[in-house]
């Protein structure tokens, strides 16, 4: 036990209380002056905090209470995020409510005022239109309007609705040819292609080298998109004119054989086969799909012959029989060919 004495009591009073344990006690003076706290005799203690008083006047002069509410590590509150996007809350530190910053990211700008935050985007959709009238060349005055429709907009003048200038999106366009397919025969036979639906005419470019000397380049057509190619001996008509590079020219054709012809057949002035050599150009193939009308092939080539003179070879022939075609065949009338065919067509 420990003794406590009381200085209002003139030190003749005591009273005990047990070690380390509860209120250990407030020893109460006067001042000397500096305030002017005299008589201090009394301790005031309410319910949540006590104080010292003077003079019997219970005017506090040293008040103790506990910390305010707030203060320390805070009340026991948090915030949270609603919804299902990208949260702002952080964190609680103390009383500190932490908050997740925005950054602006590409083409994006924030401005503040001291309520909102706007998001701004740049650089992306429409810029907009300067709308002013011309110098009378040409004479657009009074232009005022621009209208939205559908598909474009335009520009009006004097409230006619008459659209001056007009801007709508590209119309679809459509290649002439559509690349369809390339082949690269090495040392082959033939060159076999299946021509697909959805065409009114095709285009075959070749560039050839044949194994044989002194050869013809020969087309022919199949009604289904494989063998057999026809190939009797009347199924093809044709005409073509060679132009010689020593200024002569000569004519070619028949009335019934067995495949297009492309080439001068005299001996000497059809394809070569040195490396050198070889023929180049285009079959032209049409009318390929009605069943009542007889198939058309025309050809524009240019080659090297065996001994090196330049040909121009330009002709025209049919199948001697109507219907469609599915198919072509490309081949040397001898041995076999190397190089590059390519397929195009015309859409339907």
């Known amino acids: 036990m420990s003794t406590l004495l009381d200085p209002l009591d003139g030190g003749g009073s005591s009273s005990s209380s ?3 344990a509860g209120f250990y006690g407030i020893t109460v003076g006067q001042t000397n ?3 002017i706290y005299k008589n201090i005799n009394t301790i005031k203690f309410e319910s949540q905090f006590f104080y010292l008083s003077q003079n019997d006047t219970d005017t506090a002069i040293v008040s103790l209470r506990p910390p305010a509410a707030g ?3 805070g009340e026991a509150n948090t915030a949270s995020n609603l919804g299902a996007g990208t949260g702002v809350f952080a964190s609680k530190s103390g009383v500190d409510l932490q908050f997740k910053s925005l950054l602006a990211g590409p083409n994006i700008t924030f401005s503040n005022t001291a309520n909102d935050i706007t998001v701004g985007v740049q650089g992306l959709g429409f810029y907009g239109i300067t709308v002013g009238q011309t110098d009378d060349n040409p004479s657009y005055k009074n232009i005022n309007t621009v209208k939205f429709e559908k598909n474009f907009f335009y520009i009006t003048q ?31 036979a033939s060159v076999d292609i299946a021509l697909p639906s959805g065409f009114m005419k095709y285009s075959v470019d070749v560039d050839l080298l044949p194994s044989t000397d002194d050869v013809e380049l020969w087309l022919r057509t199949s009604p289904t998109s494989g063998t057999p190619f026809d190939q009797g001996a009347t199924d093809y008509i044709f005409g073509q004119s060679c132009a010689v590079s020593n200024a002569t020219v000569t004519n070619f054709g028949s009335t019934g054989t067995t495949a297009l012809k492309a ?9 070569g086969n040195a490396a050198s050599r070889g023929i180049s150009g285009t079959f032209m193939i049409e009318r ?4 009542n009308l007889n198939p058309m092939v025309r050809w524009d080539l240019t080659y090297l012959d065996s001994t090196g003179r330049t040909l121009s070879a330009r002709g025209a022939g049919v199948r001697a029989a109507a219907g469609p075609v599915r198919g072509v065949q490309i081949l040397f009338e001898a041995g076999n060919l190397t190089g590059t065919v390519k397929l195009s067509g015309t859409p339907t």
């Open 18 to 20: 047990t070690s380390n």
């Open 33 to 35: 002056d500096n305030p």
């Open 71 to 73: 203060a320390g590590t």
């Open 158 to 188: 004097n409230d006619t609705d008459s659209a001056i200038v007009s801007f709508r999106p590209p119309a679809t366009v459509i290649s002439r040819f559509q690349q369809l397919a390339t082949f690269t025969p090495v040392n082959a």
């Open 263 to 271: 080439g001068e057949d005299a001996g000497g002035l059809s394809v």
């Open 288 to 291: 390929v799909g009605d069943a």
